[in-house]
């Protein structure tokens, strides 16, 4: 009961900082955007604010996804450095600032009157009046994102058969943030050769990921294969026939005479 109670604090606790984390990030957000609006006096201010969020959260999700498959490679064994321990701490605090780098792009587009984004907009699919099918994707990888991030917290307090499906859809947020940065941005002529590097990089260490066989695998296609294969004993013939061995015969004890002492 205790072991329980743990865990649900643990839980608790771990909800609560992402809660926290992510009401900082928009409530900076909001006055960052209001600030740089106000300055700047160029209603233009507050999309390139977001445009360069939504570019950066895009590099570090690359960055994270990375991170991920390197941690499931079959290979992760062999790399000695860096270690097991630096690569968890490495891609947990990458998914924290892709958290608030996402949250800053969405709270900046989410007030800016001249982005035709608005809240609604930012979290139900065809709600913007901008490009609604771009902006849908990036809302679908949102959500997907966000799902991916809560299973991923919730790693060694539940079953993995049961977070670890869930948190495989962060490489389809993953694709879906690609969409969204080449059709719903006026600059993709300009950064089109950055995303077809990230997007490339990506496939290529996923292939090698899913297409790398690993140990047990390899042993369990040797046993099938060997399972299907007519035994080598069988080949050689049937053994020879041990002859059997007549028994023993037994041995007659003489009972003794209790009167003669013998």
């Known amino acids: 009961m205790s072991r329980d109670l743990s865990r649900l604090r643990t839980a608790g606790l771990g909800a609560g900082l992402v809660v926290l984390v992510t009401g900082s990030a928009a409530l900076t957000s909001w006055c960052i955007g209001v600030a740089i609006g106000s300055v700047a006096g160029d209603r233009m201010a507050p999309w390139i604010l977001?445009?360069?969020?939504?570019?950066?959260?895009y590099l570090l999700l690359v960055?994270?996804?990375?991170?991920?498959?390197?941690?499931?490679h079959p290979y992760r064994a062999r790399w000695r450095r860096p270690s097991a321990a630096t690569r968890i701490r490495a891609h947990?605090?990458?998914?924290?600032?892709?958290?608030?780098?996402?949250?800053?792009?969405?709270?900046?587009?989410?007030?800016?009157?001249?982005?035709?984004?608005g809240w609604w907009g930012t979290f139900v699919p065809l709600?913007?009046?901008?490009?609604?099918?771009?902006?849908?994707?990036?809302?679908?990888?949102?959500w997907a994102g966000l799902a991916a991030g809560l299973t991923a917290a919730l790693a060694g307090r539940i079953s993995r058969r049961a977070w670890w499906p869930i948190h495989k859809v962060a490489i389809v947020s993953l694709v879906?943030?690609?969409?969204?940065?080449?059709?719903?941005?006026?600059?993709?002529?300009?950064?089109?050769?950055?995303y077809v590097v990230t997007g490339g990089l990506v496939v290529f260490v996923a292939v090698s990921r899913y297409?790398?066989?690993?140990?047990?695998?390899?042993?369990?296609?040797?046993?099938?294969?060997?399972?299907?294969?007519?035994?080598v004993a069988h080949l050689?013939?049937?053994?020879?026939?041990?002859?059997?061995?007549p028994a023993a015969e037994?041995?007659?004890?003489?009972?003794?005479?209790?009167?003669?002492?013998?």
């Open 50 to 57: 977001a445009r360069a969020a939504g570019i950066t959260s």
């Open 63 to 72: 960055a994270l996804t990375l991170f991920g498959l390197v941690l499931s």
């Open 92 to 117: 947990v605090s990458l998914s924290v600032f892709t958290l608030v780098f996402t949250v800053l792009h969405i709270v900046v587009l989410a007030t800016d009157k001249y982005a035709g984004v």
């Open 127 to 142: 709600g913007s009046t901008y490009r609604p099918l771009p902006v849908t994707l990036g809302v679908i990888a949102l």
């Open 176 to 194: 879906l943030v690609w969409l969204h940065g080449i059709l719903a941005g006026i600059d993709t002529p300009v950064l089109l050769a950055m």
């Open 211 to 231: 297409t790398t066989s690993t140990t047990r695998a390899e042993v369990a296609e040797l046993a099938a294969v060997r399972a299907t294969q007519v035994p």
């Open 236 to 245: 050689a013939g049937p053994a020879p026939v041990e002859t059997a061995r």
């Open 250 to 262: 037994p041995v007659s004890v003489e009972p003794r005479d209790v009167r003669s002492g013998a």
